[in-house]
């Protein structure tokens, strides 16, 4: 078996029908098999996901009981996997071309492979950027403030490699976990996700891992997909608890690679800055004459208090 290929399903099992029937549509010759699993789905996932696997040899579903984040239910699907390589993919993501370009490359990393990630589109067919360079405190705090407000700032855009056009082959600190190839043995050898990482972070800390093991990260143009970003955790927007699972989990990750001080930094730094934020949003909120925008604010302002409290 060449690819074990993941997907972590929450409430949306048309959305795993749905990329199901695009890997199947790719044209992938490689060996491959389907596990998916499902994080306790309340919508009916569970049922529907069953008849699907029932009507597909190459699926197998794993029911959780709980819903212990993104990262620990890719792991649950782990002892299942017989592939070479493990490709996680979000269920809210179209395979557009053959995965096999992705394994090839992968291939010709040999035992220096630590992962690869293809090609990225968003829903309009513009370039998503899916790759980062390495994480510091200035950018995390960047990340968590200033992109709150709409505004990407520089250390941000040269994070993600915004002026590169990703036609060329490139070694990276981070890949997002949206389409995420490592080899079998390397995740033996590293672990899989953090499981005290529920959401966000969780790549980046693989990535961080395999790295320092010794093993190369690289972006390669290949193997095209879409990624929707309307599914599990991004369908009903921004809300305060991903507001402060974001900065609990990039604390988390900063006390852990990065040290304690650092982790204290940021975290007040970020509070420091939503407080900021918040005396400029809920003013305004109330004297702009336009009610769209006036909206806008006050729901920005709603989130930056209940993302202070705690």
């Known amino acids: 078996m060449d690819l074990s290929i993941v997907l972590v399903n929450w409430n949306g099992a048309a959305l795993v029908e749905q990329c199901l029937a695009t890997i199947e549509a790719s044209g992938t010759r490689s060996a491959y098999e389907v596990i998916v699993v499902d994080n306790a789905s309340t919508d009916g996932s569970q049922e529907r996901l069953r008849a699907l696997a029932a009507a597909h040899p190459r699926l197998r579903c794993v029911m959780n009981a709980e819903n212990a984040g993104f990262g620990a239910g890719n792991n649950v699907a782990l002892p299942y996997c017989t592939g070479r390589y493990v490709l996680f993919l979000n269920t809210d993501t179209l395979v557009r071309e053959p995965l096999d370009a ?81 080899p079998r043995r390397v995740l033996d ?22 790295r ?50 650092r982790a204290r930094l940021l975290s007040l730094s970020v509070k420091l800055c ?17 009610r769209g925008p006036r909206a806008r604010l006050r729901h920005r302002a709603n989130l930056l208090w209940q993302g202070l409290q705690g």
């Not at 050898?189 to 395999?210: H, K, M, Q, S």
């Open 274 to 290: 939503w407080l900021a934020m918040l005396g400029v949003f809920a003013p305004l909120a109330l004297v702009l004459p336009l």
């Open 212 to 261: 320092q093991a010794g093993y190369v990260v690289r972006y390669v143009p290949v193997a095209t997909i879409v990624h929707l970003e309307g599914g599990s955790s991004r369908a009903r927007g921004l809300s305060a608890r991903t507001l402060k699972q974001s900065l609990t989990s990039a604390r988390y990750f900063t006390r852990k690679h990065l040290g304690r001080g």
């Open 102 to 182: 992705l394994v090839a490359a992968a291939d010709a990393l040999g035992e220096r492979c630590g992962a690869v990630g293809g090609r990225v589109l968003n829903a309009d067919e513009t370039l998503q950027f899916t790759c980062r360079g390495h994480y510091t405190v200035p950018t995390m705090i960047a990340g968590l403030t200033l992109a709150f407000a709409g505004i990407r700032s520089r250390a941000v855009r040269r994070q993600e490699f915004a002026a590169w056009d990703h036609a060329t082959s490139r070694d990276v600190a981070m890949l997002s976990g949206c389409y995420l190839l490592v």
């Open 189 to 210: 050898a590293v672990g899989g996700f953090d499981p005290r990482i529920f959401l966000f972070y969780e790549d980046t800390d693989l990535c961080y891992r395999i």
